[in-house]
Nanobody
Framework: QVQLVESGGGAVQAGGSLRLSCAAS????????MGWYRQAPGKQRELVAS???????NYAGSVKGRFTISRDNAKNTVYLQMNSLKPEDTAVYYC???????????????WGQGTQVTVSS
């Protein structure tokens, strides 16, 4: 019902910036909280940032002050602006959203395919 397509990943040097985007497509749903997770090789997936439908944000302590999450509800898109990137930010970044189905009122979680972010020292 809902598909998430991510873009914007790449390779940068430490101190550089990247902007990730994630667009949700489908019908018969409304988006609730949206967020970005990341997973480095051999490590658990962790929450990076999230934003509610009302605009309230939450950040992991390691990225607070450097990353900014935002959303455009008209475009069903969430963004992650990443500044002052560090080598430890290297990971596959995944978009996530919880969507409510109009007709049933139920909620379901959806994940993007992941986009690689590599930061070199």
């Amino acid at each position: 019902q809902v598909q998430l397509v991510e873009s914007g990943g790449g390779a940068v040097q430490a101190g550089g910036s990247l902007r990730l985007s994630c667009a949700a497509s489908g019908s018969g749903f409304s988006l609730n909280v949206m967020g970005w997770y990341r997973q480095a090789p051999g490590k658990q997936r962790e929450l990076v940032a999230s934003v509610t439908s009302g605009g309230s944000t939450n950040y992991a302590g390691s990225v607070k002050g450097r990353f900014t999450i935002s959303r455009d509800n008209a475009k069903n898109t969430v963004y992650l602006q990443m500044n002052s990137l560090k080598p430890e930010d290297t990971a596959v970044y995944y978009c996530n959203t919880r969507a409510r189905r109009y007709y049933s009122g139920s909620f379901n979680d959806y994940w993007g395919q992941g986009t690689q972010v590599t930061v070199s020292s």
